[in-house]
């Protein structure tokens, strides 16, 4: 999490989610997501949609992400 928190405010903004994301699907092989499915997983991790991901939204999301 906080390699990609580039500007070290605790969160993660869309564009430092993005390149988390990108390298998950990297590690995972999995294809990277089109802009559009991006939006909509921005989406579904922030759950308080602040447009900002915590670490707590982020935690669930890789659990979830590991598991598939």
């Known amino acids: 999490f906080e390699k990609h928190d580039t500007n070290w405010n605790g969160y993660l903004e869309r564009d430092e ?3 988390l ?3 998950l699907c ?8 089109t802009m559009p499915e991006f939006n909509r997983l921005f989406s579904r991790i ?3 949609q602040n447009g900002l991901i915590s ?3 982020m935690k669930n999301f890789v659990k979830h992400f590991i598991d598939l």
């Open 17 to 19: 989610t993005l390149r």
């Open 21 to 23: 994301i990108n390298e």
């Open 26 to 33: 990297s590690i995972k092989n999995q294809p990277l997501p």
């Open 46 to 48: 922030d759950l308080n």
């Open 55 to 57: 670490k707590f939204e």
